[in-house]
């Protein structure tokens, strides 16, 4: 499979995104890559790892869209930009998927103009997956949409449920719509008639609204929601995740007792903060378009960076495209 990275896309580009693209490499048989960004400074990145060259090739791209940039004048005016010429690698069949952390509104703007959404396909939604206590579970969108029509939430919801399906391996997902409370008649008007929309809908299996405080419980797969809020959700998780680990940190600090305890639960530590590290779950897809794009956070490390890619080549892979098209019934489908 061929992956081409943004290279100059993200808060860490091109260090963090090229020594990423290295481990991916490395941990991967078959992957090839392509680097898009100023040829001569990814050469010079290039140049401090040993890669085996005929899996790896760089596009010149000589503009950059920034992370304060305007999303739809940037994609418009950068024509040249490492993010638009990544996207078209993958729109062209020169790439199977393709992978960025740059700025997420112009990425959201650039995808939709360049690979189009399935036929079929409301909105497009940003699909992640966040940890709970019995593995992993799917959030979407987390950003693509913010004001959902209640026919958005229910594709969300198919869309999601295949998602699991092709990719885990996962059948029958439960489905959950956030809201506010868990009774059927609670929300506003969009959760209130998507609800229905989920009730009737024979091809998921909806469980009902989910509060926040309850969607890492395990007992759902799938949480749909519109892209104002899961954004608000994913970021506040984030928040928390930061905050209580650096907490510990410094309460461990405190005292040579809490230092000595520390050592003897090192390890649940670890895997505690693992399982919490949003670059531990590579990134999230723009789900409905007619191509695969991979949104990596913009704070990514080379960690996260290898985790996309290695996410990227999975969808390909598993040729997801054609598969989820199966789902999209559009001659049931109005907007």
Same mark, same amino acid.
């Given at each position: 499979?061929? !992956? ?36 001569? &400074? ?21 503009e950059k869209i920034e992370m ?44 939709q103009l360049k690979l189009k ?18 593995g992993k579970m799917l959030m ?79 007992? !759902? ?30 309460? &461990? ?76 019934? &559009? ?5």
């Amino acid at each position: 499979m061929k !992956i081409a990275l943004d290279a100059m896309g993200g808060d860490k580009a091109p260090f963090e995104t090229i020594k990423g693209a290295v481990k991916a490499l490395e941990e991967s048989e078959g992957l090839h890559l392509i680097l898009v960004g100023k040829k001569e &400074i990814v050469e010079e990145e290039l140049s401090k790892y040993k890669v085996d060259k005929n899996r790896i090739e760089i596009v010149d791209a000589r503009e950059k869209i920034e992370m304060t940039d305007d999303p739809v004048i940037a994609v418009k005016g950068k024509k040249d930009s490492s993010m638009n010429r990544t996207l078209e690698l993958v729109k062209e069949g020169i790439a199977d998927a393709s992978v960025s952390a740059g700025n997420t509104g112009a990425l959201i703007t650039a995808s939709q103009l360049k690979l189009k959404r399935i036929k079929g396909v409301l909105r497009p939604a940003i699909a992640t997956m966040f940890p709970n206590k019995t593995g992993k579970m799917l959030m979407l969108d987390v950003g693509a949409t913010a004001d959902c029509k209640p026919e958005f939430l229910n594709q969300y919801a198919m869309m999601g449920s295949k998602y699991l399906e092709i990719l885990l391996g996962k059948k029958n997902p439960t489905v959950g719509l956030l809201n506010i409370g868990t009774e059927e008649g609670k929300g506003n008007e969009v959760t209130r008639e998507a609800y229905l929309l989920l009730k009737e809908n024979k091809t998921i299996n909806f469980m009902g609204n989910v509060e926040s405080t309850e969607v890492m419980n395990g007992n !759902i797969d799938v949480v749909v929601t519109d892209g104002f809020t899961g954004n608000m959700v994913l970021k506040t998780s984030e928040g928390v995740a930061k905050f209580i680990v650096s907490s510990l940190k410094e309460e &461990i600090d405190k005292s040579f007792i809490y230092k000595l305890g520390a050592l003897l639960i090192k390890p649940a530590i670890k895997h505690i903060a693992k399982k919490m590290d949003s670059s531990e779950y590579g990134g999230a897809i723009f789900l409905g378009l007619n191509g695969i794009s991979i949104k990596a956070h913009g704070n990514s490390d080379s960690i996260g960076i290898k985790n996309a890619i290695k996410v990227a080549n999975k969808f390909a892979e598993m040729n997801f495209i054609e598969e989820l098209k199966n789902v999209i019934d &559009i001659d049931n489908i109005k907007e």
